[in-house]
C-alpha cells in the first residue's frame, strides 16, 4: 500500500511528506473516520471494522523472552561468515535466530533449541571433563615490526641530549598499545574454573544466566543441528564431537576469532 500510494503521489501532507507503515496505521485506527469526537462520519463503520481485523489477523504477538534467550543475544554468531545471529519472530509466530548476514546454515534454531544444545554438551563434558583440555596459544607476545621500530625510536631518544618529553610520552604509550595488542593470553588457566562451573550448572539442573555469563565466550551455528560451544578457557566443542567423545584441533581462523 506505501508503494501504491507514494507511485500515485497521492498527498499526506500539503509539505510533500510521503507515506510509511506508521501513517497508514494511525489511519486505520483513527476512529474519527467513523464520526467519533463530533467530526463527520467518512467512511463506512463495517468498512473500519473489517480493516482494522484484516491488520490484526496479521499481527505477531511479541512473546515475552526468557532470561537466558536475553543473555545470549550477542553470544550467538555464524560459523560460516562470523557475523552475529540475531533473535526475530518467523512467520510462523515462534521466536527463532538468524545470520545478521543472510546465510543459511539448515534450519534456524528456536530459544529452546539452543539452550537444549548447551545443556546437552554441558552434560557431557562434565561426563568427560578431558574435553576442556585443549591446545591453546603460546602466552607472552611476539614482537612485530612496529614493535621494534618503536623500541629503536626510544632507544635514538635516549641519545639525545634533551629528548622531548612529550614525544617520549607518546612513544611509550603506543609501544605499550602495541604490546598488549600482540599478548596472548594462556586460556588454559581457566579450565579448572570452567569445569567447576559446568558441574555445579548440572547439578542445579540446567543452564541459568549465571552459567552462560561465566563459562561460555560464544557459540557458533556451523550447520544443520550442529553447534560449537566455545568457553573461556579456549576450549571450542562441538556437538557432534562431544558425540564421539573427541576434543576439537582449532583451526587458525577460529582461534584468532577468539582473541578478537
Known sequence: MVKVLNGQK????????????????????????????SYPQII????????NGLKDSK????????????FLKGKVFCGKC?????????????ERWVCSDGCRLGRRPTDEKLLTMIQTMIAKVNEKPELLLQH?????YTRTLEIMRLTNEIARMNEQVAPSFNTGKTLL?????????????????????????????????????????NAIYKIFVTGK???????INGA????????????????KDRSESVAD
Not at 543441528?225 to 568457553?231: Q, T
Open 10 to 37: 497521492a498527498v499526506f501532507k500539503a509539505n510533500g511528506a510521503e507515506w510509511n507503515k506508521g501513517r497508514i496505521y494511525h489511519i486505520l485506527m483513527d476512529r474519527r473516520y467513523i464520526g467519533e469526537k
Open 44 to 51: 463506512a463503520t463495517d468498512t473500519f471494522q473489517k480493516a
Open 59 to 70: 499481527r505477531v504477538d511479541k512473546r515475552p523472552i526468557i532470561a537466558e534467550a536475553e
Open 82 to 94: 562470523g557475523s552475529r545471529y540475531i533473535r526475530i519472530i518467523d512467520t510462523d509466530k515462534k
Open 136 to 140: 591453546t596459544l603460546e602466552a607472552g
Open 173 to 213: 604509550y603506543q609501544i605499550a598499545a602495541n604490546k598488549f595488542s600482540a599478548c596472548k593470553e594462556d586460556k588454559s588457566v581457566y579450565t579448572d574454573y570452567v569445569a567447576n562451573e559446568i558441574h555445579n550448572t548440572v547439578e542445579r539442573g540446567g543452564v541459568d544466566v549465571q552459567f552462560l555469563r
Open 225 to 231: 543441528n550442529e553447534y560449537e560451544v566455545v568457553f
Open 236 to 251: 571450542r566443542i562441538s556437538n557432534k564431537e562431544v558425540a564421539d567423545g573427541a576434543s576439537k584441533t582449532c583451526n
